[in-house]
């Protein structure tokens, strides 16, 4: 059975940092190209970052690039997320979501998804 | 805005069809991108209900279909039932952007 279990998320005032984790099973992880997606609350989702099977090819959305990093320790079957710089509309549910294929491509949907993990940036 | 523009709700009455529009255009869905739906039910996390524009995943009715032409695709849901009402999204790739996967803004579907 996948399984994808986010944590991290916690109450952080604007200008913080955080990091996220999630921890993957039931699949071969290196295997896949991983994704963070989030959730504002009661809005949609938005696509946030991507990583390559091997870490060698990394996007973001506008808007995180240069304040977010993602990462991955395939000895770990875990994913990361740095976030640096954190502002009050970062606020959102994290979710990390697999990708079959070794380098994302449009042909491929996001498989499986976490339960997310709660971000909140606040003074 | 999403790059993905979809209505903000639907209903429908049970037994009934319904379809959901994701308008895109010719750097994302009109670029031969494939789009992909999910289903999100209250609380829960987001679910893949369609893939490769219209190909189900094992295990989901085939109630649920999909389709795309130029820079559209469409969901619909036959034969509603109650536990169908759920937030769903569609999902591609935009060519135009520094990052690359997109989602529309999602549509909240109600069944009266």
């Known amino acids: 059975e996948v399984q994808l279990v986010e944590s991290g998320g916690v109450v952080v005032q604007p200008g913080g940092s955080l990091r996220l984790s999630c921890a993957a099973s039931g699949f071969t992880f290196d295997d896949y190209t991983m994704h963070w997606v989030r959730q504002a609350p009661g809005k949609g989702l938005e696509w946030v970052s991507l990583i390559s099977w091997d870490g060698g090819s990394t996007y973001y959305a506008d808007s995180v690039k240069g304040r977010f990093t993602i990462s991955r320790d395939n000895s770990k079957n875990s994913l990361y997320l740095q976030m640096n710089s954190l502002r009050t509309e970062d606020t959102a549910l994290y979710y990390c979501?697999?990708?079959?294929?070794?380098?994302?491509?449009?042909?491929?949907?996001?498989?499986?998804w976490g339960q997310g993990t709660l971000v909140t940036v606040s003074s | 805005q999403s790059v993905l523009t979809q209505p903000p709700s639907v209903s429908g009455a049970p037994g009934q069809r319904v379809t959901i529009s994701c308008t895109g255009s010719?750097?994302?869905?009109?670029?031969?991108?494939?789009v992909h739906w999910y289903q999100q039910l209250p609380g829960t996390a987001p679910k893949l209900l369609i893939y490769g524009n219209s190909n189900r995943p094992s295990g989901v009715p085939d109630r649920f279909s999909g389709s795309k032409s130029g820079t559209s695709a469409s969901l619909a849901i036959t034969g509603l039932q109650a536990e169908d009402e759920a937030d769903y999204y569609c999902?591609?790739?935009?060519?135009?952007?520094?990052?690359?996967?997109?989602f529309g803004g999602g549509t909240q579907l109600t069944v009266l």
């Open positions: 979501a697999n990708q079959r294929g070794r380098y994302s491509s449009s042909s491929h949907p996001f498989d499986y």
């Open positions: 999902q591609s790739y935009d060519s135009s952007l520094s990052g690359l996967a997109v």
């Open positions: 010719s750097s994302n869905i009109g670029a031969g991108y494939d």
